[in-house]
């Protein structure tokens, strides 16, 4: 009845290029921000000189970064963390 003289509007289908574009742009951003992502995400390695290991041998003879006393108690001397932060990293790397 009331939809006898209505034609459908044109929509636009990927086949003449106008969306297709539009979702190659977006693809486009979405992968340069997930590269940019994972390289915030790269560890950083602040120990170039090799002085962290110089710290570590000096308090330690036999070090061994498994025993937790040893992993804290030279975390907090050489790399100046604290007791939670060093601890957490202790357990992370395999100490107990």
Avoid: W
């Avoid at 921000?33 to 000189?49: G, K, M, Q, Y």
């Avoid at 070090?63 to 040893?70: L, W």
């Amino acid at each position: 009845m009331f939809c006898e003289d209505l034609e459908p509007s044109p929509q636009p289908h990927s086949s003449d290029g106008s969306l297709s574009g539009a979702m190659h742009m977006r693809a486009m951003i979405a992968i340069m921000l997930s590269a940019a992502t994972l390289a915030a995400c790269t560890p950083e390695n602040n120990d170039v000189t090799g002085s962290i290991g110089t710290c570590v041998r000096k308090l330690y003879s036999a070090y061994n970064p498994k025993d937790m006393k040893q992993c804290v108690g030279a975390c907090i001397a050489c790399e100046s963390g604290v007791v939670t932060t060093c601890s957490t990293s202790c357990t992370l790397k395999g100490a107990q």
